[in-house]
């Protein structure tokens, strides 16, 4: 008994130095990501932190989310120069634009480029000049992921669903960059599709944030006209309004397809063809670890494609409409209701 | 000579069952494999339809996150359901019900895709059978497909239930069969039995009987010329021992007055009458055997199916009742799904047999398709029967309604009785030319011999002998008089030896001459027979046509080294290159067969025929395929020409016609068993080993015509008879000749390469007729001819001059076709391939026979092989063009404008031989 003691306690001592060794061994090499978002941490920010969590690498990530306010952006910049994370993440055209700026512009206000970047939910990734192709971004410190069917599909999803669609609605908010890039895009498009393009300006001669109260307006207005069906993406704005813009939109009689999964499910959007955020975070994941983890060089690294895009319908809102998703569509479709 | 006949009856009627069984059990499992595979396309077929509103988007398939929920619903529609795969167009599976996901899907599955002409396409492997249908988008371009695999237990049970009752079928109709026919040949051999063993009764005493009993019959007469012939060779043999034993040299004066010629044609009747005798037995014990095997297969198969139609039409119920539940537990209400109807009449249009589907509650909420008839449809089909309720949260709120198109389930069965009956066909065809050649072996063959060395004989004529054969009293016989002519040869050498110097050499050598024996002993009598040869051609013309219906498929599937080329170019080629190669190697088959003979020649060509059949078998790219199949154009045109040569030298001037019209049965036979059985072969066996199978018969038939084929036949003595090219035209100086060329030849040439082999498949298809439809539709052509072939011969035998039957046939073809120009519907295209195969089949014989004629008549300065290679040469070489022709008056004006430019050459060179041959040869 008494040879015992020493034993266990040489047992016990050698014990609490692997418990001692082991988390300091791991602080030493954990990794830090920042994750810039916009407006909290969402599906996306879930799929990114359970990704890196069950990946097994030590990495911690630290969300900052800005709350629709771009003025923080450059205090954000600020702090990441300094503090040096090992990765960033950014969600949203506003947030990385804010970050890195273009391909052209090498201005003072942006991170270092020596610092990795993920984006996410990009719209429009080219045409806003924020990365060169899906082969590569062009930029050595900067690589992606694309969650978006083009516009066009989004279009054809409506004939589909109503052939006799010919006028597409878009509330538009000028203020901001990728709302106003998406109404030039979608003018430049509708005639090659044969539609029309309706679209009307969300607070005229505002230059703040519109005011939401303008929302039932302007669908009354769109109605007026005629239109049957609008195209809601690319507005933050809006997606935050998603809850009034939608029900207006359903008052009046217009059914909404967007880009955005969650304005089907949660609010009352008819229609979304979409990756879910969760898989668009889950991809991100992968690209922060081919960098981290096997050292990939970010530019050298493609932009990664979301895969897994569903028909989502809201049959309420299909019913409450009045329009019954075609037969095939439901053999397809996921169902959903509020 | 009972036993030996019965013996031969029972090996071929065994040879029937065997054949019959083993084909008809490959056929049901073709049928059955290929209704399993629809069965599965119906699944198949409504995942792609899930697909299609994404595909149509223009996003790729990979994209759909529900996708493997999707493919999943393959095991709610048939809990069997192997494994179903969503694939892109590189192969790469996307969705799966298989965990882990399988990466890709083989590369065979992938070439069917590529190679499919419309959607749903199948393969097999070893345990499974698969069915795929390829996604396109909204432009027509195959972006994915769905493969739905289903085990092949069911196949496996079903095909060994068919080849258990097949077996017991087949044993107790062979012993059955065998039991009549010998029965009925006692009876009918009484007569030829008594009358041989009256002969073998004159043999054991030595000495034939000078009074044998002379009948009225055809065979009575033959044994009393044959008894005759005995009497007259032992009279000339004693005449003979008894010069050569007497001092004097001088030839006794019996035998030198009575040497009387014997026509070598007249000695051969004896055998002839007794093929007679036996032909119509064989006939029917064949066809019996093969009828009453093949009634009890179609029973079998039709009972084997019957459960398959059923559960492809319980399936579709499955699947709407499926669909319809998925939009109501999506929530769209019962009464307003809309587009329904639509997604219904679309899949419908890709079942055929299924004419209306709907929806009811007690009325019709949506419904699709055209009612039957309820008083037409089948009971347990009977509108309104619920088959497949649809439920709502545990509750049916409605069931589906279909109605089964009586008429096209009847046409299914349809299809198999016309598949069973092809096959039964091909049995009968084949098992003919086994007996003609056992009976030829085992009975006739030795009894004409007997009839010619008793002629020989009976002449004085002691330089052959025989080997004897095997049954017992001819055997006696021929023993017996080979052993006379050794006998007076030995005693000749004696004389000879024992004179010395005393006798004049002259003297001598006149006796040796007299008595045949100038050239030293006795030589075995050979003689050609044509049908030595009939079986080993039939093979051969099989195993050349085995691969043709999937040839172009084949061509397509392998590689292609020539990028810049056309693909349908390409599959045209290997066609093309044999043809090219049959229209060189034609005019020198001639002059090849008289240099070598025919058993050198069908080895010589027969076994780069078969490296060229390996070749193919190994063959990866579209350049190796041209070169082999160019090959076998060569041996092709070598081997059947060779034998068509061997035909005319052994025939007669009296019998030609009736010979060539023979070799026209036979090697259309071949043509039409190749053509009947590639198809089933290739899906059964695989394509690749169906170029092993006919390597194989061409083998076969190589062994049977060096066993067979007596030595030397077909070579010719005057062997400075060359053919060249720049005689081709020479001939066409002749008017007749030129007649028959272009009147006769050439345009019914034009009628197989460009009719039948090219726009009657067309025309068929565009009539909306399905592959099987077009390949029974050929057959008929085919039939005509070996209908017609031997009949031809025998209307020139009973006296029907050749020419007019000619140019009637010519004509006849031609106006068949003009039938299509008035009522352009697939009936009366059939019937021009029925009459136009029976006027190839008349003209075919006719034309070699007129321009033998020729040849021995006022083109006798040409000589036969340069009139025949004319002949030969110009036939293609105006086919050939006539197809070019042909297809650029297709391609520019349709297939009608087409058929009526072949319709109208046809009767043009009919009238053009007409006023030719009929005003000027005496025919």
Redesign the interface.
Known sequence: MGDSVPGLRSLLLFASMVIAFVPSSFAEDRRTILGIFYEGCEHLCEGFKTAIADSGFPASVVVRDINQDKAQLSAIVAEINETRPDLVLTFGTSVTMGLIGTLEDSRPDRISSNIPVVFTVVADPFGTNIAESFEASGRKNVTGTFNR??E??NI??IR?YDPAFSKLGLLYNSNERNSAIKKKELEALAPTLGIELVALELDPGNEGAPDPGTIPERMAELRKKGVEWIYLGSSSYLRKNGDLYTSSAVENGIAIVSPYESLVREKQALLS?A??YYDVGQLAAGQALKILRDGATPGDLPIVRA?????V?N??V??KLDR????????????V?N | MLFRSWLAFTIVIGVVQVLLGLLAVLQHDAIYSQLLRQRIAVISQTIVASYKPIVDLGLPVSMIRNGDQVVLRARDMDAEIGVANTFNSSGIVVHSTQTPRPPSVSSEVLRRMHLADGTTWGTETETEVISGHTIQRADGEAVAAVTVSYPKDRLSAASSAIFRKMAIAGFLIWLAISAVAYFLLRILLAGPRRAIDGLGAIGKRSEPAEDAPLGKGALELEVSRLNANLVEASRQYDAVIKSLGSDDLALAPGFETSRAPQSPERTRSLAGVLALKLAPVAAAAIVVSATILGLLVLRDVNRSIEPELAARANLVGVVVSDNVQRAIEAGAPLDNLVGAENYFGDMLTQLPEVAYVAVATGRIVLEAGERIDPYLAPPRQRKDVRSHPILYEGEEIAYVVIDIDPAFIAKRFRDVFLDMSVVVLVTILLAYEVMVLLTSRSLTASLDRLQRLAALQASGDFSKTATPGHQAVIAGLMRQLSERSTDVYRRLEQVVASAGDSVADASLEGLKRHFGLENGPPAPLRISYFTDIRLALFLFAAADELPLAFLPLYTRASENLWPWLDESVLISLPLAGYLLAILFASPFARGLNQRFGLRTLFLAAGLPMIAAHIGLYFAETAQEIIFWRTLTGIGYAIITLACQDYVIDTATSENRDSVLGTFTLVLFGGVLAGVALGGVLADRLGQQNVFLLSALLIGVSALLSTWLIVPGAGASEHKGERFNFAGILAPLGNPRFAAIVFGIAIPMGVILQAFVSYLAALTLDDLGASTADIGRALTLFFLGVIAAGPIGGRLAAAGLPVGPVAVLACLASGASLVLFGLWPVSWALVTGLAVSGIGYGLARGAQVSLVMKLAEGELKEAGSVAVLGSLRTLERLGSVMGLVAVAAIAGAFGYVAALGAVAAWTLVGAAFAATVLLKRLPV
Do not use: G, N
């Open positions: 069917v083009p066009s599909v054809e999803v589909q063809i990756a879910r895969t897994d895009f569903a028909y319908v049959m309420d299909a019913r019954i998703p075609p037969f095939a569509f439901l053999q397809i479709a996921e169902a209701t």
